[in-house]
């Protein structure tokens, strides 16, 4: 993260990401991994912490696959993620 020159958001479905160098090849790797995730401010509240079992339900990620069942600390089951649903 720390290629980071600056971040705008001009408009609710864009994030605009300035990077110090241009030419970082691990920037889109860092975005889709856990350290640097894309989150939906309508699941994830500023002012506090949801529980595991909220975030799950909420179906709050994006990404390659959808969590298909969850059990906290035991497991978790991963699915393709629909072609057909929308971001």
Same mark, same amino acid.
């Given at each position: 993260?720390? %290629?980071?020159?600056?971040?705008?958001?001009? #408009?609710?479905?864009?994030?605009?990401?300035?990077?110090?160098?241009? %030419? #970082?090849?691990?920037?889109?790797?860092?975005?889709?991994?856990?350290?640097?995730?894309?989150? #939906?401010?309508?699941?994830?509240? +500023?002012?506090?912490?949801?529980?595991?079992?909220?975030?799950?339900?909420? %179906?709050?990620?994006?990404?390659? @696959?959808?969590? #298909?069942? @969850?059990?906290? %600390?035991?497991?978790?089951?991963?699915? +393709?993620?629909?072609?057909?649903?929308?971001?």
């Amino acid at each position: 993260m720390a %290629n980071i020159e600056s971040i705008a958001t001009p #408009d609710a479905s864009t994030v605009v990401f300035t990077l110090k160098n241009a %030419n #970082d090849q691990t920037f889109p790797q860092i975005l889709t991994s856990p350290a640097a995730p894309i989150v #939906d401010d309508e699941v994830f509240p +500023a002012d506090k912490l949801l529980s595991d079992e909220e975030i799950v339900k909420a %179906n709050a990620f994006h990404g390659q @696959y959808i969590i #298909d069942s @969850y059990n906290k %600390n035991t497991l978790v089951s991963l699915k +393709a993620w629909p072609t057909t649903r929308e971001c």
